[in-house]
């Protein structure tokens, strides 16, 4: 029991997110309610539970009686088949416009009969755990209202079973942790916040700088042939000076992301030191339920014809904690997918960044060689049409 109880103590945070009644539903020693009003409320709860889902599971039933005749015996088997015919002429009543009186009749009848089957298949438990399994019901409203009355039982149990000064102190733990995790939420927005700004920055400087070098370009383009080697040279500054900026930014943002990984291991630690600390207190309070415990098994006769309630609820629980540790493995499995989606995004953008790099340098290329032949061309015309002129000259005298 001890072991079992470490065990829950050293949970994953998933687990630790449980409800506080899921939680001691789960501990051994938490079983025993310590008085006969708290056995009574749950047994109320517990058999409303039962009913929920057994009435979830006459529509289902009522449509495969001829399966399931055999197994539900002749009494159950024509309680259900009245039912079903309450259950159509009510319909049908619904369905037209008969009298109110009528439809209140009805409506008490099919609530008799409802409140009949239920008695016939409480009486039986071992006939509705098996057609738990046997028949297949669909997700539908009803389960939200069964699962949230479940949680209320398993909320109830723990109010029932916490005492006021352990909830006193929980609820001070719990406030602190939750302050403490605030504050560290908001320092990490403020220092998300401080990086989009700089990032937002070094893109407005980028686009300045391109539209200089753009302006650059064109003033190029005016001047005289004669003077493209000393704009080449400021082209080449332009390009400089715009690396340089580059490289300071990225330099600020690496600061920043920086500062906000030392932020998250803060947290990281505190939350590992909250869990500690939560240990802690598990282990002391499990060790004063073993004490406990040895006092009331001095005076408890009832150990032995409890054994079998507490059998049933520990099957239960592992395979519960079976179904977790298989959730825990998708989960894993999961994330790390997502990580090699995420790294496979980052490294296709960086691609695409730098095949529209090297697509604006081409076009730069590209313009200034345009530039370079049309002024050969300019030349080479306007050298041949003065010898044609001369020509033309000579030849008149």
């Not at 399994?133 to 949680?151: G, N, W």
């Not at 006193?168 to 989009?196: C, D």
Request: net charge positive.
């Amino acid at each position: 029991m001890k072991q079992r109880t470490l065990e829950r103590g050293m949970a994953t945070p998933e687990k630790a997110a449980t409800p506080l009644g899921a939680m001691r539903m789960s501990e051994p020693c938490q079983l025993k309610p310590d008085s006969r009003e708290t056995e009574r409320i749950l047994t109320v709860l517990d058999e409303t539970i039962t009913k929920l889902q057994m009435t979830r599971l006459i529509p289902r039933i009522t449509g495969s009686l001829e399966r399931l005749a055999r197994m539900l015996g002749p009494e159950i088997t024509a309680s259900l088949l009245e039912h079903q015919k309450l259950s159509n002429e009510m319909q049908h009543l619904l369905a037209s416009r008969g009298e109110e009186e009528t439809k209140r009749a009805k409506e008490q009848h099919l609530k008799r009969s409802l409140r009949h089957i239920l008695r016939l298949f409480l009486a039986n438990p071992l006939l509705c755990q098996g057609l738990k399994y046997e028949v297949q019901v669909r997700p539908s409203p009803a389960d939200v209202f069964i699962k949230a009355f479940v949680e209320f039982r398993d909320f109830t149990l723990g109010k029932l079973l916490t005492s006021p000064a352990e909830e006193e102190e929980k609820i001070q733990f719990m406030e602190g942790t939750s302050l403490r995790v605030e504050q560290n939420t908001e320092a990490i927005a403020a220092l998300w916040a401080e990086l989009a700004a700089a990032i937002q920055t070094r893109k407005e400087e980028v686009d300045k700088k391109d539209k200089m070098i753009e302006d650059l370009k064109t003033t190029m383009d005016n001047l005289a042939k004669d003077c493209k080697a000393d704009i080449q040279q400021m082209k080449q500054k332009g390009e400089k000076w715009q690396k340089e900026e580059v490289e300071a930014s990225q330099d600020r943002c690496a600061r920043l992301q920086e500062e906000v990984q030392y932020l998250r291991a803060q947290l990281s630690a505190l939350v590992q030191e909250h869990r500690a600390s939560e240990l802690v207190l598990r282990k002391r309070k499990c060790r004063v339920e073993m004490e406990i415990e040895n006092w009331i098994q001095k005076y408890d006769t009832d150990m032995a014809e409890k054994q079998a309630t507490y059998d049933e609820i520990h099957a239960v629980y592992t395979e519960e904690k079976a179904q977790l540790a298989q959730l825990m493995e998708k989960h894993a499995l999961l994330l790390q997918e997502y990580s090699q989606i995420v790294e496979e995004r980052r490294m296709l953008k960086q691609k695409e960044e730098e095949e529209l790099q090297e697509q604006a340098r081409r076009n730069r290329a590209a313009t200034c060689i345009q530039a370079f032949w049309k002024g050969y061309l300019a030349r080479i015309f306007f050298k041949t049409k003065m010898k044609k002129g001369k020509g033309k000259g000579k030849g008149k005298k």
